[in-house]
């Protein structure tokens, strides 16, 4: 897969060579930080790589298949030298379906296990949902999302456009004007956002993305927990204290930590 601008979807944040640990998250509209920028410093002496797909879905090219993204990461990680000894594939929330593709990808022939915390499986609520909720930040008004059995391409474009018309309307009822470069870079974010949840949406391989990859889920409602593709006897479930919806605290960093390097874990 070719990326607009090169832009990667991997991204080395501690060095070594040795059971890697690969981390799919997302980067909040804040200076809060990422679980992948946690693991990293709380688990020493292993490579700890960010999965990051905005980037990717921020450039000119505003719809990319689930599957794509994670055959991009998985080329990106055999090109990186760190190959060496098991893998984890961590995927938080909506971010669950890539770790677990990834993790399908990467499991020919050598120990990998995808880790899913609190996994979500996008389907049209999640992804309507989250846009009534970008809509909500610009005013008042109620717009219906687009049709999202269309051509994936046109639902992103359509929906940022609805978003790029509110934003423009708030700038003229404030005087300023709608391409200041905080408005540009808010609407191309929620636009990579939504996208992503519209892979992990019309995704017609999760049920065998997995394939001979491990599965662990860690989970604040473990009765509930399901993995597509997976008897409930196929994966194994730990069960986390309550967690804030979508939001990575320390906290969970830490139980993370624990689960996927017990011995170097502070909790451990």
Sequence with gaps: MTHSGDER????????DTDPILVADFQAMSMSPRMSDMLSER?????VFQIDPIGVLSGER???PLSELAAACADEFRESGAQHGPVVVIGHCSAAPLALHVAGLLAHGRAVTAVLVNPTWPRDEHVTVKFDEFLAKF???ARPAPDLNDDPELVVSAMA???????????????????AGAFSDLIVWYRAWLAFLLAGRNDREIRRAAGQAAVTVL?????AVTVPGRDADAYLVRELPPQPVGTVTPELAE???????????SIA
């Design 219 to 223: 989970s604040d409602s473990p009765s």
């Design 139 to 141: 005013g008042p008004a």
């Design 9 to 16: 979807i991997l991204r080395r944040l501690s060095s070594g």
């Design 161 to 179: 456009q609805i978003l790029l018309d509110e934003v423009t309307a708030l700038a003229a009822s404030r005087g300023v004007s709608s391409s």
């Design 255 to 265: 139980l993370v930590a624990a689960c996927v390097a017990p011995r170097q874990s």
């Design 43 to 47: 688990i020493q002496g292993r490579p």
């Design 62 to 64: 505003r719809y990319v």
